[in-house]
């Protein structure tokens, strides 16, 4: 039997594969494609269940079976996650406090683990649709100063190719670099890799602590 688990994992890097290409494209048409929504929501919903599936095992590996589905618990400090695993895996920090520790290590106020944390935020950002422009200054290239991603516009006393523009215009272009989400502000690439990573590594170390 095909392993469902890995087989989110497996979606979730060809989503985020899928992603990159359409990103760059999307980016050099200053366009945000339906292509590349779809694919970023991909991302997201593959990773939360793989995350709740992990959760789905241990319960019905340790715990009162039942109909009831918990959810991977998501705390924002130790405080809150020790009432969270409690509600979503209810016994099981009493019972089994090694795999409870191997859920608290893939907590979002672990360090390098604060991607975890948007996690819910970025399934309902993504259904509305919202991202906001990146954008960086520069002068601009002396071989293409036509590019339509380029914004003109002047700044006075600008220190523009290394030397002051004394009371002369300077031209700079505000160049379109790509897209971040709105809440939380983060950019979406760099985000969905990390998220991508930290959900493959929580997934694996719970499944061996708890011998799924």
């Known amino acids: 039997m095909v392993d469902f688990v890995q087989v989110l994992l497996r979606k979730c890097d060809e989503a985020l594969a899928d992603v990159e290409t359409i990103y760059a494209r999307d980016v050099a048409s200053h366009d945000l494609s339906g292509d590349l929504l779809y694919n970023i929501r991909s991302v997201v919903q593959d990773c939360q269940s793989a995350l709740d599936a992990t959760a789905g095992r241990v319960k019905d590996s340790y715990l009162k079976k039942s109909k009831w589905k918990p959810y991977f618990p998501l705390g924002t400090n130790p405080a809150d996650f020790a009432t969270k695993i409690e509600e979503q895996l209810k016994g099981l920090t009493a019972a089994e ?4 520790a191997a859920f608290e290590r893939h907590q979002p106020y672990q360090p390098g683990k604060a991607v975890l944390g948007y996690l819910h935020s970025l399934a309902r950002v993504n259904k509305h649709n919202d991202f906001s422009e990146q954008v960086r200054e520069e002068v601009p290239p002396p071989s293409d100063p036509n590019d339509p991603r380029y914004i003109r ?8 190719m290394g030397a002051w523009a004394m009371g002369t215009p300077g031209a700079l272009i505000t160049v379109f670099v790509g897209w971040n989400f ?9 985000t969905l890799k990390d998220l991508v990573q930290q959900t493959r590594a929580a997934v694996e170390d719970i499944h061996t602590v708890a011998a799924l």
């Open 182 to 190: 709105v809440d939380p502000a983060v950019p979406v690439v760099p």
């Open 153 to 160: 516009h002047t700044r006075w006393g600008a220190r523009l």
């Open 97 to 100: 406090p090694g795999i409870a």
